[in-house]
């Protein structure tokens, strides 16, 4: 698949796209980590990367701040996803991590993705 489309994955601290990323890519995808949540440039996403599919990745206050341990507040999550809400609403594909383990986020993307790419 190395002629395959770009996937540009985007989500909060926490919700996993490095880890979506190595898997995707073992699996022969081509894959851009966006660091949207700490950009105030909504379009960010496509600007710098301009995927020709996007994955967001959902997560909650408690897990992000559980699986980095991260020292922020609710209102620090609520600001990376206002930023990421533009990405948000162009993404081809969302997956909610906060119930899934990294196998089964990676077994989700494969399967959209297959959907999606011919």
Known sequence: MNDSP???VVGPCGSGKSTLIAGLEKNGYRCRHIAQEHSYVKTMWHQITNPALLIFLECSYE????RRQLNWTP????????????????????????????????????????????
């Open 6 to 8: 770009l996937i540009g």
């Open 63 to 66: 897990n992000s701040t559980a």
């Open 75 to 118: 209102a620090d999550h609520q600001e990376q996803l206002r930023r990421l809400s533009h990405a948000r609403e162009h993404a081809d594909i969302v997956i909610n991590t906060n119930l899934l383990n990294p196998d089964e986020v990676l077994a989700q993307a494969l399967s959209e993705l297959k959907g999606l790419i011919k």
